[in-house]
């Protein structure tokens, strides 16, 4: 099993910044994809940002030029550092990996539990 635990979510102010970390641990053979996803109640969870192995990135249209993502391979650990916050980037933040416990096992999607960001107006 693969482990995802975020930290870094809180109240900000519109126009501030902030910097989720989610660190995997468990049995890792390999760490695929990793992503920020973020869901409000009531609506379908959706894509922030995700960074490949080979560090290609992908973003939402809505958080292009203000979200970037990043890795520490050798730590396990995904970053987002989010700057010009808005009201809308309000939700539940949850972690993403794609991940091999062993050589020769299919890779599974992992998520974590996720963590509150405010963004107040």
């Known amino acids: 099993q693969v482990q995802l635990v975020e930290s870094g979510g809180n109240l900000v102010q519109a126009g501030g910044s902030l910097r989720l970390s989610c660190a995997a641990s468990?049995?890792?053979?390999?760490?695929?994809?990793m992503g920020w996803y973020r869901q409000v109640p009531g609506k379908q969870r959706e894509l922030v940002a995700t960074i490949t192995s080979g560090g290609s990135t992908n973003y939402a249209d809505s958080v292009k030029g203000r979200f970037t993502i990043s890795r520490d391979y050798a730590k396990n650990t995904v970053y987002l550092q989010m700057n010009s916050l808005k009201p809308e980037d309000t939700a539940v933040y949850s972690c993403y990996c794609n991940a091999q416990e062993r050589l020769l096992r299919p890779s599974v999607d992992y998520w974590g539990k996720g963590t509150a960001v405010t963004v107040s107006s």
């Open positions: 468990g049995s890792i053979f390999r760490l695929n994809t």
